[in-house]
């Protein structure tokens, strides 16, 4: 299903290619932009995204390359993401720039905390088991300020302090904030992996991985944990 599905798409494409450059030959020309093949395995797909934040660290990006207005008409319908990404709502956290990836690509999930709740978990569900993402990402940051305010544990306004209770198992024991950064990511991912018989199903089978990392505000760069 999935060989067939990415057919489909590789010949979506090219059709879609072959129309705009009939229309538009030299804009085409000038746009000769590489054809995205959806991997059809977890390791594939984790390694799609350490390579995108590669060329992100070099400022080599490349998604943008491709005409947006084509990959619109190309996803308008459906789409077939290859990875979900579970992130914090932190503006310095874009995860379509740091992995360097365009329209239809990343399935991305954003919550302060990058935590696994009920509705996290239902979005990335419908991720795996609707959409095909071979691998859901959770991804931590530096400096992440629901951490923090998690660690610290102190008054905050509003309902800010219902997020702390998916944090808060990962700041004890955590000496500082980089290790409580570290492990919130690991343990969503547990969470996910653990809570979610949908996901637990696809990872037995080989069909999904359900990693952690932390991205580096300062660097940029992606440290995938080991799991
Ligand atoms: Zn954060």
């Known amino acids: 299903m999935t060989t067939c599905a990415s057919r489909r798409q590789l010949l979506k494409m090219t059709a879609a290619g072959v129309a705009a450059m009939a229309a538009q030959p030299s804009r085409m020309l000038a746009q000769a ?4 093949l959806k991997p059809e395995t977890p390791e594939q ?7 995108g934040n590669e060329r992100y660290l070099k400022q080599t990006l ?6 947006l207005a084509i990959l619109r ?9 290859f990875a979900a990404v579970l992130c914090c709502a932190d503006s310095r956290v874009p995860a379509e720039i740091v992995f360097d990836q365009s329209i239809g690509h990343l399935f991305v999930v ?6 696994a709740t009920p509705d996290t ?21 530096s400096n992440c300020g629901a951490v923090k305010a998690a660690k610290a544990g102190g008054a905050v ?15 004890i024991g955590a000496a500082d904030l980089p290790m409580a950064v570290e ?5 969503q991912a547990a969470t996910l992996r653990g809570a979610s018989p949908v996901i637990a199903e696809m990872v037995k089978d080989g069909k999904l991985s359900v990693g952690a990392a932390v991205y580096d505000l300062g660097t940029g760069k992606v440290t995938m944990s080991a799991s």
Do not use: W
């Open 33 to 36: 932009a590489p054809q995205f």
């Open 45 to 51: 797909a984790m390694r799609l995204l350490r390579e």
């Open 62 to 67: 490349t998604a943008c390359s491709i005409d």
């Open 73 to 81: 008409a190309d996803t308008e319908e459906h789409q077939e993401p």
């Open 110 to 115: 954003r919550v302060a905390g990058n935590i």
């Open 121 to 141: 978990i239902g979005s990335l569900e419908y991720a795996a088991a609707v959409l095909g993402v071979k691998t859901i990402l959770v991804l931590g940051h």
């Open 157 to 171: 306004p509003g309902q800010i302090s219902t997020l702390f209770q998916y944090i808060y198992p990962a700041t």
């Open 183 to 187: 492990k919130n990511a690991q343990l």
